[in-house]
């Protein structure tokens, strides 16, 4: 089969997402360009990537490709590979470079607090936003999530939030805090009938009664996902092991998780010299 053909067999058949499979589609296709549209797949073996990712390196040594790109693209094309010869026509070979350790910038509670004290509470908008700003945080939701929540994904009685994380994933349970459950509740009384133009199920709505996109919550919060950050520091600072994180935040892997054992580091010196006799 040849890699053109291969492609737009993967591309119509993999479970993915419309926005991966954009993403996937651009990156093939260039792989595509490069190794030959019409080659067989077959082909494609470890030298061939070692190649592939050297061109990839120089593009990256004049400034134009991140790691984080180079990484993603070696996994679209593994994907190729897998879905169309299957694991064992994948080459077992670690090529993508490594990525310089970011560590999470996670803001402090006093900016939280300041974020959430932009919005208006007297208006119908302003209570929304201090509601999804507070539950995103207090929940650690991903924006996709926090704006994909209906109305009964909100449990007050027992104090839960159920995220649904989507097609093939697994959804999880996360408590409800004190503080968010006050106010999604504030606005689920005072705000969302104004807001509300129909029979929408979506616990947050647009100022047109719609359900919320992630644009929203960008314009509110210019990089929201750094509440998810605070979540996570802010629980480890307090206590939390790792493991209850990780599941916290429906990370597959602690792997994932453990970009925040720096926190974690810092937590265990404090109380190792709190309590060891010969700290």
Do not use: C
Request: no cysteine.
């Amino acid at each position: 089969m040849t890699f053109d053909a291969a492609t737009e067999r993967f591309l119509e058949a993999a479970g993915i997402s419309e926005a991966t499979r954009r993403a996937y589609g651009a990156d093939l296709h260039e792989f595509g360009r490069w190794f030959g549209p019409d080659s067989p797949v077959e082909d494609i073996d470890v030298r061939v990537l070692v190649d592939w990712v050297a061109e990839l390196g120089r593009a990256r040594e004049h400034g134009r490709l991140a790691p984080s790109t180079i990484s993603r693209k070696l996994v679209a094309v593994r994907s190729l590979l897998r879905f169309t010869l299957g694991p064992q026509g994948v080459p077992d070979a670690a090529l993508a470079p490594k990525r310089p350790r970011r560590l999470p910038d996670a803001p402090k509670q006093e900016e939280i607090n300041q974020i959430v004290d932009t919005f208006d509470p007297g208006t119908a908008l302003g209570l929304r936003n201090r509601a999804l700003v507070e539950l995103v945080y207090s929940a650690g939701l991903r924006s996709a999530e926090a704006v994909g929540l209906d109305l009964g994904d909100v449990d007050f009685e027992q104090e839960l939030v159920h995220v649904r994380e989507g097609k093939g994933a697994k959804d999880r349970i996360i408590p409800l805090g004190e503080e968010a459950a006050h106010l999604v509740s504030l606005y689920l009384h005072r705000a969302r009938p104004e807001l509300a133009r129909g029979a929408e199920n979506a616990l947050f709505l647009s100022a047109r009664g719609r359900r919320l996109d992630t644009s929203t919550l960008r314009r509110l919060v210019p990089h929201p996902h750094r509440l998810r950050h605070a979540f996570a520091t802010h629980l480890l600072e307090g206590g939390a092991d790792l493991r209850t994180i990780q599941e916290l935040l429906g990370h597959s892997s602690l792997s994932t998780t453990q970009m925040y054992s720096h926190v974690d580091a810092k937590r265990l010196r404090k109380v190792y010299d709190g309590a060891h006799p010969r700290s």
